[in-house]
């Protein structure tokens, strides 16, 4: 690890993890909004001021080539747009083999878990609410975060994608493909431990949601830093990201049962998909690639 990755993980983590402790000190509480987003989009910003602090006051070098925020659209930003939503119909798919998990399109297991913090009358009414829909929630869910994920949910997401994809794939790339990703996907994991720990997408289990959501990054990182490095620019990754940040909810909108370590696209349902994916990624790179990423063909052999 040289030098200016050093720094910027120390920059990232600082920031990030100090922000994440003023907030809880102040007596943040992470399921209060709209306190919970703003913190929650500054610490996603946390890692390019590690880039800006490497790159532009140490190196003094050009930022967006060394990052990779190029606008040179493809055919694979359009699979990163919609592939995060194949991955969260996925988990809901697998979370559906586990037992005491039930398919409820009346969407009970949400109800059920609003009557934990609600009055029953309003949870009543939202009921009724939903009952009166003409469309869905499930259609709406799909639109919604797919339109979010390509532009204010992209635009979160890139704080992140600069760092991770960025800048550290960038200065990792020489271990090869599936270290420089999974070895990212590890720090990325371990940089959510805060959040996690004050209730971020495992509030039923925080301690332990830090070692799933660990596993959970390093299973997507491959996944994400595939997407970016066919796409060519991180770009594409930060729509990936945020697409999947929007459409996470429909690997649980209709489904009863189960806990936050099994259901969902960070439970372990979510787990078997990703490691899924990545079997595919494998498998297309092998034998489909005109121009494989994990194993480049020698001059002789490129098609």
Not at 9 to 27: K, N
Request: proline share 5%; glycine share 12%; with cysteine.
């Amino acid at each position: 690890m040289n030098r200016d990755v050093r720094l910027f993980l120390g920059v990232t983590f600082g920031l990030s993890w100090l922000l994440a402790l003023v907030f809880r000190l102040a007596g943040g509480e992470w399921s209060a909004a709209p306190a919970t987003a703003v913190v929650g989009v500054a610490y996603m910003w946390t890692p390019f001021v590690g880039v800006l602090v490497v790159r532009v006051r140490v190196r003094k070098a050009p930022l967006c080539a060394h990052i990779g925020c190029g606008f040179d659209i493809n055919g694979w930003w359009f699979a990163g747009w919609l592939l995060p939503v194949v991955l969260a119909v996925g988990a809901f798919g697998l979370a559906l083999l586990l037992p005491g998990v039930e398919f409820s399109p009346e969407m009970d297991g949400i109800f059920n878990a609003m009557a934990r913090y609600m009055p029953v009358e309003e949870v009543m009414a939202a009921r009724e609410s939903v009952s009166a829909m003409a469309v869905h929630p499930f259609v709406l869910v799909i639109t919604s975060g797919l339109l979010a994920g390509a532009t204010v949910n992209a635009l979160a997401a890139f704080g992140e994608e600069s760092g991770w994809r960025g800048f550290l794939y960038t200065e990792l790339m020489p271990l090869g493909f599936w270290r420089a990703s999974l070895a990212i996907g590890l720090i990325w994991g371990v940089w959510h431990a805060p959040l996690i720990l004050m209730g971020h997408n495992y509030p039923e289990h925080p301690v332990a949601g830090v070692f799933m959501m660990t596993a959970f990054c390093t299973l997507l990182s491959p996944v994400i830093t595939y997407i970016r490095v066919k796409a060519g620019s991180t770009v594409a990754a930060a729509i990936f990201h945020g697409t999947l940040n929007g459409t996470v909810g429909l690997a649980t909108l209709l489904l009863n049962g189960g806990t936050d370590l099994t259901v969902g696209v960070t439970g372990a349902a979510g787990l078997v998909a990703l490691a899924l994916a990545d079997g595919c990624i494998a498998l297309y790179d092998a034998k489909f690639a005109r121009e494989p990423v994990i194993n480049p063909r020698t001059p002789q052999g490129h098609i």
